[in-house]
């Protein structure tokens, strides 16, 4: 029986788990997408000459019609996620380049205000839910501040990786390597030290995001800029490409393991 969704959201019904498992496939995607939010953001705003205001509304609009249907999933969908990852990177993108495009803020102050935002964010999670684990994501409450999360984890990326690279004058290559570095080390932490795993996936999924942002900048942009020169439109629809056959591969995947679960309960399949 399907769950009344309002309902849901307000009491924080129970739900099967709407985050996919943390595999090597969901940090591939996970970075595909950051890198897809940084050029295709710019491919919106340049190439297609839409503007800053208007390529930040089309794509919030977007966002809002793909949470929508994410939200009223029962379970985890991988078209229906990774849409939203996808655009939420974009979103989150657009939001620190109007900060700093349009309204001036310095991208250190950028990057305070999302690293305070994303901080009180895990506080008010960890004190409703008395945990942050994706493995939890079983109410629309966890679910909003999940996403919520990630929100801010994609802004303060934005932010990170354009301040080291440009701010600082690193390069992309050089902010690539940095950032590549911090998650190897998160990850060491995690297994020769046992730091907590909802804190190292954490730390990697903040982290991947201004390293996926720099892999962007630095296939895009041009040689003189420091970049490859491949463009936001060549960079943006490769890993777009990627992407939809992952997901393709993932969703085959699932239906698979649902029919045979099927199976096996005896459960008959209708067929057409």
Same mark, same amino acid.
Do not use: C
């Given at each position: 029986?399907?769950?009344?969704?309002?309902?849901?959201?307000?009491?924080?019904?129970?739900m099967?788990?709407k985050?996919?498992?943390?595999?090597?496939?969901?940090?591939?995607?996970?970075?595909?997408?950051?890198?897809?939010?940084?050029?295709f953001? +710019?491919f /919106?705003?340049?190439? *297609? %000459? #839409?503007g800053?205001a208007?390529?930040?509304? &089309?794509? !919030? =609009? @977007?966002? $809002?019609?793909?949470?929508?249907?994410?939200?009223?999933?029962?379970?985890?969908?991988?078209a229906?996620y990774?849409?939203?990852?996808v655009?939420?990177?974009?979103?989150?993108?657009?939001?620190?380049?109007?900060?700093?495009?349009?309204?001036?803020?310095?991208?250190w102050?950028?990057?305070?205000?999302?690293?305070?935002?994303?901080?009180?964010?895990?506080?008010?999670?960890?004190a409703?839910?008395?945990?942050?684990?994706?493995?939890?994501?079983?109410t629309?409450?966890?679910?909003?501040?999940?996403?919520?999360?990630?929100?801010?984890?994609?802004?303060?990326?934005?932010?990170?990786? +354009?301040? /080291?690279?440009?701010? *600082? %004058? #690193?390069?992309?290559?050089?902010?690539?390597? &940095?950032? !590549? =570095? @911090?998650? $190897?080390l998160g990850?060491?932490?995690?297994?020769?030290?046992?730091?907590?795993?909802?804190?190292?996936?954490?730390?990697?999924?903040?982290?991947?995001r201004?390293?996926?942002?720099?892999?962007?900048?630095?296939?895009?942009?041009?040689?003189?800029?420091?970049?490859?020169?491949?463009?936001?439109?060549?960079t943006?629809?490769?890993?777009?490409?990627v992407?939809?056959?992952?997901?393709?591969?993932?969703?085959?995947?699932?239906?698979?393991?649902?029919?045979?679960?099927?199976?096996?309960?005896?459960?008959?399949?209708p067929?057409?």
């Open positions: 029986m399907q769950r009344n969704t309002l309902g849901s959201m307000i009491t924080g019904r129970s099967l788990n985050v996919p498992e943390v595999t090597a496939v969901f940090w591939i995607i996970k970075v595909l997408a950051t890198t897809v939010g940084e050029t953001a +710019d /919106l705003n340049v190439n *297609l %000459n #839409l800053l208007t390529t930040s509304l &089309v794509m !919030a =609009v @977007a966002l $809002a019609i793909v949470l929508v249907a994410q939200f009223r999933s029962q379970q985890y969908i991988p229906v990774w849409s939203a990852v655009l939420i990177s974009v979103v989150g993108t657009l939001i620190t380049d109007n900060l700093t495009d349009n309204f001036g803020v310095p991208l102050i950028t990057a305070v205000l999302f690293a305070i935002a994303l901080a009180g964010t895990f506080i008010a999670w960890f409703s839910e008395k945990t942050l684990s994706i493995h939890s994501i079983v629309s409450r966890r679910e909003s501040f999940y996403w919520l999360a990630v929100l801010f984890t994609f802004a303060l990326g934005t932010a990170a990786g +354009d301040l /080291l690279a440009e701010s *600082l %004058n #690193l390069g992309y290559l050089l902010s690539l390597v &940095v950032f !590549a =570095v @911090a998650i $190897a990850a060491l932490a995690h297994s020769a030290v046992g730091l907590n795993s909802v804190v190292a996936f954490w730390i990697a999924y903040i982290l991947t201004p390293l996926g942002a720099s892999a962007g900048d630095l296939l895009s942009q041009s040689t003189q800029d420091g970049g490859l020169g491949l463009g936001t439109t060549t943006s629809a490769l890993f777009l490409g992407i939809l056959l992952l997901v393709i591969a993932l969703s085959v995947r699932g239906s698979r393991v649902e029919a045979a679960a099927d199976d096996a309960s005896g459960i008959e399949v067929t057409t």
